[in-house]
């Protein structure tokens, strides 16, 4: 029987629909991921005090911190620590972290470890963010060290189906785009299409660059683009993410980076005027997620959960309580759904 007019008009939308449903069911899945530090140690736990400079517990004071955690300094490889902070993490509805790696032999490597079994009980996944590197072999050495050691367990961050490794724009500062492009071709020899590689790109310009090196970028240093009243323009910050994510196109995960604050104008090597984001009750962070999430990347990154240091953090302080944890917990409901 000869198909009429009406089917034949309905398969042919059909057939024209399909490469844009494709093409829509090829995104990744939504992931909202949180920068992470496991360098902190105190004297009980660790013999010394570690990134915390000078505590002042009866005066709730830390030399190099404008922010004061609940509770007080804490040791990162505690594992009653560890559980409390993947419950918190948990429970604002962020999904995964990415942890702060200084080397196979920094106490964060041991910290990694003890992080992901813990996150992995609270159903979150975990990456490495690889901080210091050398040089190009450095960076194969240490990524094919990641890969074989923790691509596996389960908790692991993937992404195309492969364990997702990331990497800090010191990496790009140190070797360049030449030398990570080696250090590329050494671990593909050894591993070949086996690992998805996420690098830092902290301007449109750096997109362009490093896009067709990577599977995908983030900014970190967000700070610089947002500093004082410039995060609070509605036009200012619909446009930093729109064209932040849209200049991402073609890579295979687009990503758009947040933060409640930054102020790290008590760290004693960063001299000059600095840039400093203030809470205003919560506010910037709020409208910050708002302008990302109407950008519709594929994961919002948040600086940070625990960056004391530079006073990004999200993990409860005494001057702010829960309320950055309370606003990712509304906000990722909205954009994960």
Not at 67 to 91: E, F, R
Not at 129 to 139: D, F, K, L, P, R
């Amino acid at each position: 029987m000869m198909p009429n007019r009406r089917h034949l008009l309905s398969g042919l939308t059909a057939a024209a629909l399909l490469p844009f449903r494709a093409l829509a069911q090829a995104r990744p899945r939504k992931e909202l991921l949180v920068f992470y530090y496991g360098w902190y140690g105190t004297k009980a736990h660790s013999g010394q005090d570690l990134h915390w400079l000078n505590p002042d517990t009866a005066h709730e004071r830390i030399a190099d911190a404008p922010n004061y955690p609940v509770g007080g300094p804490y040791d990162s490889l505690d594992p009653d620590v560890i559980a409390h902070q993947m419950a918190q993490i948990k429970a604002a509805g962020i999904t995964g972290l990415i942890v702060s790696w200084w080397g196979q032999t920094d106490r964060t490597n041991d910290q990694l470890r003890r992080v992901l079994d813990a996150a992995g009980a609270q159903g979150l996944k975990v990456t490495a963010y690889v901080e210091q590197v050398a040089s190009a072999e450095g960076v194969a050495e240490d990524t094919l060290y990641l890969y074989r050691t923790y691509g596996r367990h389960p908790a692991w961050l993937r992404l195309d189906n492969k364990p997702v490794i990331m990497y800090f724009d010191r990496l790009m500062q140190d070797i360049g785009l030449e030398g990570w492009q080696k250090a590329r071709a050494l671990i593909e020899k050894q591993v070949p299409n086996a690992i998805s590689y996420i690098a830092t790109a902290n301007t449109l310009k750096e997109i362009k660059a490093r896009k067709g090196a990577f599977d995908g970028l983030h900014i970190y240093s967000q700070q610089f683009e947002g500093a004082e009243s410039r995060l609070i323009p509605a036009l200012w910050r619909a446009k930093y993410y729109s064209d932040w994510v849209r200049a991402q196109k073609g890579a295979k995960v687009t990503t758009a980076t947040i933060l409640p604050g930054f102020d790290d104008r008590l760290q004693l090597d960063r001299k000059g005027k600095r840039p400093v984001i203030k809470r205003e009750d919560g506010k910037p962070f709020r409208d910050l997620w708002n302008a990302a999430i109407a950008a519709k990347p594929d994961w919002i990154l948040i600086v940070s959960f625990n960056e004391w240091h530079e006073a990004s953090q999200i993990e409860p302080s005494t001057a702010f309580g829960t309320r950055e944890l309370e606003t990712c917990r509304q906000m990722s409901a909205k954009f994960l759904r």
